[in-house]
């Protein structure tokens, strides 16, 4: 198989060498060029013809997000990574070039202590998601593990469906790669009386979960916040589970409330899909509707699988449809999702469901 080809597009030197010499040590990827800004990068890309470009966001002459535009219109769909800062102002460029069309994002290390940690940080970071978008990462198969992060094992056989559907109390979302974008489309066609609450997992750093529940929020009929610890759930109201933080859920005597905890990551995430679904099993079992939306790993399956043994749903995005089939994929193969459905397909039988057992019909449109 050829190698992915890579190219670096940087105004920083140091960077430009770092990410190149990083990328190079591995075996599947060759970097087959460097740029200083963008309007290099565009003169560049007939000849080089790259199978990714990883994008930084500020740059003189022509930034990441100008040199993003032009890019799509010339190549809708080649992948871009962004690289970004952990800060207030990078979070915002990184939240606007997800929404103009990049694939994903990279943070800068930030407060490490060595180089040689800031070189693991983004080896780490980057070489996954190059491999994901780029098709080299297999979908991890319950039974059978392959690649260099194996899937579990499903435990116990799926509950088969005998009946139809019963009433769902909730919505529990679990996404990450390709997330933003996938929210704002399923989200943003809610109406405004959707008679569930809603918990999200969106695989995102600190500041970033914030400024996507704020961006959402603008764009949809429902109100969508990001975790609080203590928050109490009603319907038409999406959280978002905050940068390093698990999200769960308790009962008290009145309401269903939110927990946030910086128990240890799970699936090399916090905050991770799989305790926010084993906790909305444990409280609603046959009332819990889930979905997996597009994603790298598997983070959700053994939480999707606790939905489906309490007797709950599972709806999963189609491949077709996902940036990376990871996590839907892994859902999918360990047969847990009742449907599996294209992107702009899930809106509408979310509602459908969320009909189940009520009396009234929603009355607001599904789209603004």
Sequence with gaps: MPKIRVLVVDDAVVIRRLVSDLLSTDPEIEVVGVAANGKLALAKLDQLAPDLITLDIEMPEMDGLETLIHLRKLHPRLPVIMFSTLTERGASATMDALARGASDYVTKPANVGSVTQAQAQIRDQLIPK????????????????SGRRPAPAVAQPVPPRVALPSRADILAIGVSTGGPNALATVLSQLPRDFPLPIVIVQHMPPVFTRLLAERLNTSCHIEVKEGEAGAVLRPGLAWIAPGNHHMVLRRTANAVQLVLTQDAPENSCRPAVDPLFRSVAQLHGVHALGLVL????????????????????????DEATSVVWGMPGAVASAGLADRILPLDQIAGELVLRARVGRPLALSQPLAR
Excluded: F, N
Aim: glycine share 16%.
């Design 294 to 317: 597009t994603g790298m790993g598997y983070d959700g399956l053994r939480g999707a699988e606790c939905i489906r043994q309490a007797h709950g749903c599972i709806l999963a995005q």
């Design 130 to 145: 190059i491999k994901a978008l780029c098709g080299r990462l297999a979908v991890p198969h319950p039974s059978a593990p």
